[in-house]
């Protein structure tokens, strides 16, 4: 596939074997606290362990973020998706047995976040590398298919929970969870339909290696002590832009090789393969911060909603399934109905993110206040699931409409990194002041307050306005402008 070619073809098989994969293994996630609610009461687990279970695993994914550029280019997206898939599964299946705070750690966080990280990683990079021109639209397809999972499955689950227990509904959850086989099975490498261009531009190099060849043996009759300034003229001779880059590749391999002081030091190369410098962007910087603090309070709050009902609201299991349920609903509502919204009003991505905080936090702030009402609940799930499914399509675009393509896999890791350390940092603090309080009103307070830091800080670094925003990362590559602006 020629890169004229992408957003078509096969571009749209990938984007099901994404989908198929976000059904099969995220339901343990998004359903973690009505799974989990009985046996973590019945073993003594308080909201801060409780916190301290949902952000290890999340920092454990995250971490997987730093290897994710140097994975991708010895990987194939099928490989990946392949290994993160059998992880997940055996993750599941120990979890099923887990019935100590230590058992948990090692099964959820350890071995079910390992996995779920690397599945990220060739879900992420399959898409953003098939789609360039129609990204939004096949984003905005997958997690709006994706959000048809959470809509049905905390009903399954409360049937499953009630005629099988935790352990037996891990199980099924298990067998769930392999049907991520087939998506992998759909995600073909990119890079075997690039085979083509590669060998053009190989051949073209080895035919202008073979002409300065014979300039070299010119040259070197009467000047052999001086074959590093030919192959430096040589290279300051090339006029075309690609083979300059591909020569001067291998005109720094062959002095890493000849020339003994000219050894590079370690931490500059990881710092090189890691592609560090985008670190040096101050909004890079502040789009990564503010969405790792917006997303650590965000995510616990969905997921600890199950604890958070059953306090403030007095629910049964039952009718926190349908409540989640209906969230779910308005989630998937908002997927498909906000892209259209903003595409027509010409709203931006980070704008559009923001807008979705402020809801959330909106949401929250009812719930805290008048929560003892099941029609103030009800209400609040629509508000919160709005939010939610706006925030779920436009926080995936974010990135990737900010940097290169070629910088998009260690820009993404970088963020996961961030999520990652402020997950374990910033996450149990939340189920601590709960802790303190005796009560998740404090607590939603203070998840409001994380939410909102994101937005303040967007606003002083010109992130955030409420007009369009065209920024993007400068020095990226020609090819990169047909990326949609943010």
Excluded at 303 to 323: D, K, Q
Excluded at 421 to 432: A, D
Excluded at 439 to 464: H, M, P, R
Aim: proline share 3%.
């Amino acid at each position: 596939m020629a890169r004229d070619k992408t957003d078509e073809g096969w571009a749209w098989a990938i984007v099901v074997g994404v989908t198929v994969i976000n059904l099969a293994v995220l339901p343990v996630q998004q359903c973690f606290g009505l799974i989990f609610a009985e046996r973590f009461t019945s073993l003594g687990i308080t909201a801060t362990q409780t916190s301290l279970i949902l952000h290890l695993n999340g920092t454990i994914t995250c971490s997987l973020g730093l290897i994710s550029g140097p994975m991708m280019k010895r990987f194939a997206f099928r490989q990946v998706a392949y290994f993160g898939g059998l992880t997940i599964v055996l993750g599941i299946c120990t979890a099923a047995f887990a019935i100590s705070l230590p058992t948990l750690i090692i099964t959820y966080c350890v071995i079910i976040g390992i996995g779920q990280g690397i599945v990220f990683l060739s879900t992420s990079l399959a898409l953003n590398t098939y789609f360039r021109k129609k990204r939004n639209v096949a984003m905005g397809f997958s997690v709006t298919m994706t959000g048809l999972g959470p809509i049905l499955m905390p009903l399954l689950i409360d049937v499953l929970l009630e005629n099988y227990a935790t352990t037996g509904t891990l199980l099924i959850l298990a067998g769930i969870a392999t049907h991520s086989f087939i998506g992998a099975s759909l995600l073909r490498p990119f890079e075997k339909q690039k085979e083509i261009i590669l060998i053009d531009k190989t051949t073209d190099i080895l035919k202008e290696e073979k002409i300065w060849g014979k300039t070299e043996a010119s040259c070197a009759e009467n000047e052999a002590n001086k074959q590093d300034d030919i192959v430096q003229c040589r290279l300051l001779n090339e006029e075309d832009a690609e083979k300059e880059k591909q020569l001067n590749h291998c005109l720094e391999n062959s002095k890493a090789k000849m020339n003994k002081n000219g050894r590079t030091s370690f931490l500059k190369n990881i710092a090189t393969n890691l592609d560090l410098d985008l670190l040096r962007d101050s909004r890079y910087t502040a789009i990564v911060l503010g969405m790792s603090v917006s997303l650590v309070a965000e995510t616990n709050f969905n997921v600890m909603i199950p604890f958070v009902l059953a306090e403030l609201a007095n629910l049964n299991r039952t009718s926190i399934a349908m409540v989640m349920s209906i969230q779910a609903a308005a989630d998937i509502t908002g997927r498909l109905c906000v892209p259209l919204l903003a595409q027509k009003a010409g709203w931006t991505c980070r704008n559009l993110y923001v807008i979705s905080l402020l809801g959330s936090i909106l949401g929250r702030t009812i719930l805290s206040t008048w929560g003892n009402s099941y029609i103030i609940v009800i209400g609040v799930s629509l508000i919160v699931g709005l939010a939610k499914g706006t925030k779920a399509v436009f926080q995936a675009l974010i990135i990737p409409d900010y940097v290169p393509l070629e910088k998009l896999p260690s820009a993404s890791g970088i963020q996961m990194v961030c999520n990652g350390i402020l997950s374990i940092i910033v996450g149990p603090i939340i189920g601590l002041v709960h802790d303190l309080t005796d009560n998740y009103v404090g607590a939603l307070y203070f998840t409001s307050l994380l939410s909102l830091s994101c937005v303040f800080l967007w606003s002083i670094s010109g992130l955030w306005t409420p007009g369009k925003n065209n920024l993007r990362l400068t020095q990226q590559n020609p090819e990169d402008n047909i990326h949609q602006n943010v």
